[in-house]
Each structure stands twice: as structure tokens, then as C-alpha cells.
């Protein structure tokens, strides 16, 4: 059994100017390679319900990352891990039809399920839709506020599921999967809906 600690949820971490122009959408007709890539719909959310998502992971993160981001955390606490968040290499990024600006995912980890689906568990340096104005809030009393956010995706073998996140659900340390995740993922509410994979590859790898 993995230890887990839990996350307090705390304010939001502003982001230096040079990270408003990092992530704009790339231009169409680019070559690139991803280790994955999924598309789905918000809900659960005011504002924000019913925006179209698009998730490309370019490559797992290695135990090595996520150990040392798991480590700071653990170590130095919420605040200074947004701030490790910020200065780690992108592994991915999270688009919002709402927006040309991207969220960079700075840890992306794979955890195999027995019926030959997976977890996939996504970490952005800034809360998902704050790039909007208003920024986005989950519907409920599980509403959470962090200065990052977590993305739990979890898929059959065809790439096909649901996805839940941190703006709904507070985080615990998985220390099996390395790295944080949602606490009670079976009670948070769906925040992503019809899930997808929409790479080549339908069978998550």
C-alpha cells in the first residue's frame, strides 16, 4: 500500500510575463511527436462548462522527475512545488478552445489498470482555465483552490474514458504512481467527459 499525504489547498501563484508567451498555440502544419494525445469536453464547471479540451502529452515523465518533483513537494510544501512546477522542462501541454495561450504539463505519469486501461495523471503549472476571464470554478462543496492543477484521466484499452482534476477534489502524494494525485477519485465529480484518445495509437502506451 502507497503512503499518501494530503495537499493543502492554497492561493493562486502568479506567473512571470515571460510565461504569458511561452505556450502560445503552435501553428498547424508543424511536425511533432507525442506520446499521446486526447480530446474532451469541460462540465461540471461555472464558468467554464462545455469548452473543448485537447491534452498533448510529448513524453512521460521519468522516475527520476517525478521523484524529485514528489521530493520537493514533501519537503518544501505547496507554495515552493508551484514553484518547482514553473521551473521544470514541459512535457506536454493542455489546450483550451477558450484560449490560444497553453498550459504546460510539467509531470506526466502512466499507471497501468488489470483491465488493461490506464490512469494517466497530469500536472500544470497553473490552475486549469485561468487563462480565462472569469476563471474557471468547479460546481460543489468540493471545490478546490491550488496554484497548479492535477488532471486525472482514467481509460480503457481504446483510449476512451473520463477525467476529473484538482479544481474539484483535494490531492494526496501516490508515492506508488510518484506523484500527487486525487484523493477520493471515485467522489470528485467528472470535470472531463468524453474522453479520447486521438493519436494514431488508440491503446494507451
Do not use: C
Not at 24 to 45: E, N, S
Request: glycine content about 8%; hydrophobic content about 45%.
Amino acid at each position: 500500500m502507497s503512503a499518501h499525504v494530503r495537499i493543502r489547498p492554497g492561493a493562486f501563484v502568479a506567473v512571470s510575463v515571460l510565461s504569458l508567451f511561452a505556450f502560445v498555440r503552435p501553428a498547424t502544419g508543424q511536425a511533432t511527436k507525442f506520446a499521446a494525445r486526447f480530446a474532451a469536453t469541460t462540465v461540471g464547471l461555472n464558468p467554464g462548462a462545455g469548452v473543448a479540451i485537447k491534452i498533448d502529452v510529448l513524453r512521460w515523465s521519468t522516475d527520476e522527475e517525478a521523484d524529485r518533483l514528489v521530493a520537493t513537494f514533501k519537503e518544501k510544501g505547496e507554495k515552493q512545488w508551484a514553484d518547482a512546477l514553473q521551473a521544470a522542462p514541459s512535457v506536454g501541454y493542455v489546450w483550451a478552445a477558450t484560449s490560444s495561450l497553453g498550459y504546460s504539463v510539467k509531470l506526466a505519469r502512466r499507471v497501468a489498470l488489470p483491465d488493461g486501461g490506464a490512469r494517466l495523471i497530469l500536472a500544470i503549472e497553473r490552475p486549469l482555465g485561468s487563462w480565462d476571464r472569469p476563471s474557471w470554478k468547479a460546481v460543489g462543496p468540493l471545490a478546490a483552490d491550488y496554484p497548479f492543477s492535477i488532471i486525472e484521466l482514467r481509460v480503457n484499452r481504446s483510449g476512451i474514458g473520463e477525467g476529473k482534476a484538482s479544481l474539484a477534489a483535494k490531492l494526496v502524494i501516490d508515492d506508488a504512481a510518484k506523484t500527487p494525485a486525487l484523493e477520493n477519485y471515485e467522489a470528485a465529480p467528472v470535470l472531463l467527459k468524453t474522453v479520447r484518445r486521438t493519436d494514431a495509437s488508440a491503446a494507451p502506451q
